[in-house]
């Protein structure tokens, strides 16, 4: 397992737009290098994050000691991934690895790797009446295994931007290169259902669920039923029974939930009482998406919190560089023992890249 040093640390760049076309004259691409203090943050201490003008730094404890040698899995996980517009064009034009050329040697070291796919992989389907509409080439599905993800959610409010058909195809071709899918399914039963992921004897739960603001269309459309392929969503009693559920079958839960308030650097109450809920209710770790910006990660209880990874792969945002991380999180039969933030800069065509990073003009 690696065990490299690095920092928790929360640096937000606000993009204007997350999901709007770049206009205008050309922006400089030239930046700073920049440098990071790097250390390890335990569990179940919760950090204390002072923050200064330059470089956030972590307050912690020291590291606990190990409590079994062999039953411990490395999991990492990333934030929305979104695979369609400009950077469809990059895998159809310089290859399916082109997305995860600078990161997927890291994602593939852990033992399990996860991510929420913030678009559907197909090549049909009817635009949903909505404002920003996503769609991946079927190659992407190639481009997700080359990267190393072992499990991927689809309990988003993009997956069904080209309907059924669309959400369809996607689980056909994550199906075609053993990537199973968690949070959105055929039918309600396996949108709801738990995905189970056993190694170095310890057997992983997971979930996911979608809570977003329905303000601008009606998501809550989108949730699947008896006979109606569609997404999970956040019912409290839907997390509670879901997560109870998997801890009779797992060592560990890690519920994914894709909820809160885009480009808000604060944890909206509505995040922290579902997230809350699936720790009291079993779970050891919750990894947010959604808002696309990092936001704080919280030890709750015995468990961990990681509200929102930001964007891990997406397009478009005017500000670059993008800050993102992958959250590295060491398990084992008690829990999570520790975890560690990768910084990852996100360049402005959508294709992350691990720190130290430089832009050259």
């Not at 400009?86 to 070291?109: C, K, M, R, V, W």
Request: charged content about 15%.
């Amino acid at each position: 397992m690696r065990k490299s040093s690095l920092i928790l640390f929360l640096l937000f760049v606000i993009p204007l737009s997350a999901c709007r076309e770049t206009s205008g004259e050309p922006m400089s691409t030239a930046v700073e290098p920049i440098t990071f203090e790097l250390t390890k943050t335990p569990i179940p201490t919760s950090p204390v994050i002072t923050r200064t003008q330059s470089t956030p730094v972590i307050k912690q404890s020291p590291m606990p000691t190990s409590t079994s040698s062999s039953q411990h899995v490395t999991l990492m996980a990333v934030g929305d991934i979104m695979l369609g517009r400009s950077i469809a064009d990059l895998i159809l034009n310089e290859g399916y690895q082109a997305p995860f050329a600078f990161t997927a040697d890291t994602l593939s070291s852990a033992d399990v790797t996860i991510g929420n796919l913030e678009c559907p992989i197909s090549n049909r389907g009817k635009a949903a009446q909505k404002n920003y509409l996503f769609r991946a080439p079927l190659a992407a599905a190639k481009s997700l295994s080359y990267a190393g993800f072992d499990i991927l959610s689809l309990s988003n409010n993009h997956i069904l931007d080209y309907g059924q058909e669309g959400l369809t195809d996607t689980i056909t071709a994550l199906e075609s290169e053993n990537i199973p899918v968690v949070g959105a399914g055929l039918d309600a039963n396996q949108a709801y259902a738990p995905q189970f992921i056993e190694h170095n004897g310890l057997k992983l739960a997971f979930l996911s669920y979608v809570d977003v603001p329905t303000t601008d269309f009606d998501y809550l459309s989108w949730e699947a039923g008896d006979e109606r392929p569609g997404i999970a969503w956040a019912h409290a009693d839907r997390v509670q029974e879901g997560v109870q559920f998997a801890k009779e079958e797992a060592d560990i839960v890690i519920v994914l939930l894709h909820n809160g308030y885009e480009f808000w650097q604060k944890v909206s109450d509505r995040q922290q009482e579902i997230a809350k809920l699936a720790i009291d209710s079993g779970a050891s770790l919750v990894i947010g998406s959604h808002p696309h910006v990092l936001q704080r990660i919280e030890a709750y209880k015995d468990g961990l919190i990681a509200y929102s990874m930001g964007n891990f792969v997406f397009d478009n945002f005017l500000f670059p560089p993008n800050y993102s991380a992958i959250l590295s999180v060491e398990l084992s039969p008690e829990g999570v023992e520790s975890y560690e933030l990768i910084q990852v800069v996100v360049q402005l065509n959508g294709v992350p890249q691990i720190m130290p990073y430089t832009i050259k003009e």
